[in-house]
């Protein structure tokens, strides 16, 4: 019975991605190219993130705070780090459908540049996809004060991917695609990211 | 009625052609490893049909041969999309996990029609041949996951070659499980839409090895940048810090 029931629910599961493809191959939503980049980038502070993945930072915290004020301070930069990681899914997403639209152009420079930029903003989407995860259900379940369960530094890894150091690797693939920009749109994007 | 079961083998000559046309065999050698068998298995199964027992022996020799390399093509793809984005252990470990669920959700599956299949090697093929199409269902599922999550291109060969599988064996597996519901009622239907669903999935494939899939490595002398766009590209690195 619970087989039968498995092989209905993975034929439905097939369907479904069927039907998805068939979207994805007669759907022409416009391309994204180089005006629909800059101005849809939130700005990441890298320096911060660090600060919040720092373990010297939350042993201090640990050490200086009762139970009841650690747990909220480290609610608080629970939060931070979220909205952060948050900026980067998007950021990469962004460049993403930006080098998926890049790796069909004529000129074989810039298929390579979209291609290495798609590859970091591909590894960044997926460290941000999985720390999302684990950070939500930290927080929906309430993270142990004084465990070793929810602590900050662990986040800086995940899937085998160190996520500022990916992010970090995202820009300066971005500067190189971006190059041929006006200063100020390249002021921006180095802003921006 | 007759011509429609010849339709896939003449889809897969024309594929083959235009696996070797894009030289998609260095990016996909085991898919196209799997074509080739494929025309050879139709076409020693055309020669042998008039004679019943080595009908039988061919059919079966090769559907075992299908599946084998159904697995090898679906390890192929999961590799080469999975293994540019990580290297972490427990993506090394998704294949076997679905490899083993497989077989034994398609063990679950035939117990109960152990009895109706001639012998104990029929039935090791046929749970293999089921297993081989959940893992095409669910290989095809998580990469279609993927592609909102990720943000990966879905117009590349590796996703190609998931789709048909995935559509062939969705439909392969509606079939058994209808007829094994239903009886011999449908069996006409069935076998059809299977034919359909595999000249289909050849289809597929044959649109997406089309277009030629840019090489991965382009030559030093496309790569080198100008001196003045090096200073920029400095310039730029030194104000990001």
Known sequence: ?193 | MFVLWYIPLCLLVVLAFVLVHQRAYRSCPWFFAYVVFGVAADIARFAVQKHRSAYFATYWITDAGYAVLGVLVMYEVFRTVLRPITRAWWVRLAFPAILLGSIGLSVARNQASAAQLGGRLMLCIVVVETAVRFVQVLIFAGLVTLVPILGLRWRQYSFGVATGFGLYSTVALLATTKFSDFGTRFTFLWSVMSVVAYSLAVLIWIWFFSVPQKAETPGPMDSAPSPGELERYKDVLRRMR
């Open chain 1, 1 to 193: 019975m619970i087989a039968i029931f498995l092989t209905w629910l993975i034929v439905a599961v097939g369907a479904l991605s069927c039907i998805y493809m068939l979207f994805c191959a007669w759907s022409r939503f416009p391309r994204r190219d180089f005006d629909d980049v800059v101005h849809f980038l939130y700005p990441v502070d890298l320096a911060l993130a660090e600060s919040l993945l720092d373990p010297a930072a939350e042993f201090e915290f640990r050490w200086k705070l009762s139970r009841q004020e650690f747990r909220q301070a480290q609610r608080k930069r629970m939060r931070l780090y979220l909205e952060l990681v948050r900026r980067m899914s998007h950021n990469s997403k962004v460049l993403v459908e930006f080098g998926n639209a890049e790796a069909n152009c004529h000129d074989p420079r810039s298929v390579e540049l979209a291609r290495a930029l798609q590859q970091k903003a591909v590894e960044v989407r997926f460290y941000s996809v999985l720390t999302l995860v684990k950070l939500s259900v930290w927080m929906w379940f309430a993270p142990n004060d004084h465990g070793h369960s929810a602590t900050m530094p662990r986040l800086r890894k995940a899937g085998d991917l160190d996520g500022l150091q990916s992010y970090h690797a995202l820009k300066v693939a971005a500067a190189a695609a971006f190059l041929h920009l006006g200063p100020g749109e390249l002021e921006m994007l180095t802003q921006n990211l």
